[in-house]
């Protein structure tokens, strides 16, 4: 999955203000509607895809990317809403969006046994674990968005790690929708991170850097064979 913000160079001052006086009138209210009557229909295919995976094992394609248009259009609104991206978010799934980015690679097969028990226990073994995490995140990233308002407000620069924050709180609570709308059946990691963040060097399991083997030595030369007389033989000359 790819769910990225663009941290931008600067921000308006104009644009952060108006949103936190009037964002929920001229933002909040109109997507808010709208998306509201999109997720009824994201519901239906979401109950509709269950048999389906449950009968042929895989998720109708054309559900697929209407869930993923779906989410991308969360993400504009969502993006607006918390300050970390300026402009106006387009409305409906076909709108497009240069500062966030949301895809998803199709999966060809998905378990049957797998969208059984995520039906049955999913609220059990993956939201509820989340969520109770999550609940502590989002109330430390209320506060570091507080700060940022009042860095933007004065600097015009939204500050890199709270962007880098947010987006993964954003980011985390998107792959328990993922797993739990059948879209995928990667358990989701207890992290915002990027799914291609690298680890940092020299991790392991123990936490420790593996050592490197030393090279085998170099195979030792047989000895000249010696001669009749027992005494090593003298090159020609």
Known sequence: MKFEVVHQESYSRGELLLRSFFGAIYIGIPHGFMLALFSIWSNILTFISFWAILFTGRYPQSFFEFQEAYFRWNLRVNARLMNLSDGYPEFF?????????????????????????????????????????????????????????????????????????????????????????????????????????????????????????????????DPAPPSETGSPQNPAT
């Not at 999966?107 to 989340?130: D, Q, T």
């Not at 009042?150 to 993964?168: A, I």
Request: glycine letters at 6%.
């Open 93 to 221: 799934n076909s709108g497009t969006d240069d500062r966030t980015t949301f895809e998803m690679p199709y999966p060809e097969n998905l378990s049957r046994g797998m969208a059984i028990v995520k039906l049955l226990f999913g609220w059990l073994y993956c939201a509820l674990p989340h969520v109770f995490v999550l609940l502590f995140r989002m109330i430390w990233n209320q506060i570091l968005l507080f700060i940022a308002w009042w860095v933007v407000l004065f600097t015009g620069k939204f500050p890199t790690s709270t962007h880098e924050f947010t987006v993964g709180t954003l980011r985390w609570g998107q792959r328990i929708t993922n797993y739990l709308s059948y879209l995928s059946d990667d358990y989701p990691p207890f992290s915002g991170r990027p799914d291609d963040d690298p680890p940092s060097s020299g991790d392991t399991a123990s936490g420790e850097t593996a050592a490197t083997p030393d090279p085998d030595p170099a195979p030792a030369s």
